[in-house]
């Protein structure tokens, strides 16, 4: 079944949501594994870039749990901008594009669009910052670290375990929406030169046509993720292409 949705910002760009069953995420991860083995060098490069920027946000806010938790955080709601030429290599293959293209730096299609998309999500990770700081001095009565536990502080300095249960779950609240108005947004932005309004509108859209095979999906993503951090960022070389790789197979499922 299929609901129409009209996207374009002339009314020219016209798309189908579609359901799908609720393991059909197992299906774009198995995709995204084959195009991670198709593309290697290329992909593995960008999973590096990523890894290390995730490498170096750590751990410059390794002295306190607050600061470190902000950090993950932060560095998880921007991940859907850092699949861009992931998705890009993707969509490249499945038009079978030259194969001497593959080992270069894709081309970035639509930067205004996903500028702005990556500004939205950015502008969400600061809100979110300054609310769960709010959150902490007004209702769970906990200080944020001054600046020198900031620079000199200690990762012991950890927050009681009801203050780190409200700052999770408030920060799983936002992982939540940020997942809605993304799920499709990068690859529709890539594919069918949307504007960021229309992307996030269309991902909502997917979300909510989907609800089952959305949740295996974000439980997917999140227990391939924690891999990638359990192993010190290590995994997230291989973690990174993989879902991004995957993202751009949900959206050929998911968008007509």
Sequence with gaps: MATSISLGRQQLLHAEVRRVSPLQSIEWLRRGWDDLR???????????????????????????????????????????????????????????????????????????????????????????????????????????????????????????????????????????????????AVPLIIDRHASATDAMWTSIRVTFANIPAMLVWAGLIVAVTALGFVTLLIGMVVVAPLLGHATWHAYRDLVR
């Design 38 to 184: 198709h593309f290697r060098s290329a992909s593995l490069s960008q999973g590096a870039m990523i890894a290390i920027l995730g490498a170096v946000l750590l751990i410059l806010f390794s002295t306190h749990a607050y600061l470190f938790a902000a950090a993950v955080t932060g560095y998880l709601l921007v991940g859907p901008i850092m699949t861009t030429e992931l998705c890009e290599l993707s969509r490249r293959r499945e038009m079978q594009q030259p194969a001497a293209d593959e080992s270069q730096q894709p081309p970035i299609r639509d930067s205004r669009s996903l500028f702005r998309f990556g500004a939205i999500l950015g502008l969400l990770a600061l809100i979110w910052f300054i609310a769960s700081a709010t959150m902490l001095q007004t209702v769970l009565h906990a200080s944020t670290p001054s600046l020198g536990v900031a620079l000199w502080g200690s990762f012991t300095d950890a927050l009681s375990r009801p203050e780190l249960l409200g700052y999770v779950v408030s920060g799983a609240v936002l992982a939540a929406v940020v997942f809605t108005l993304s799920v499709v």
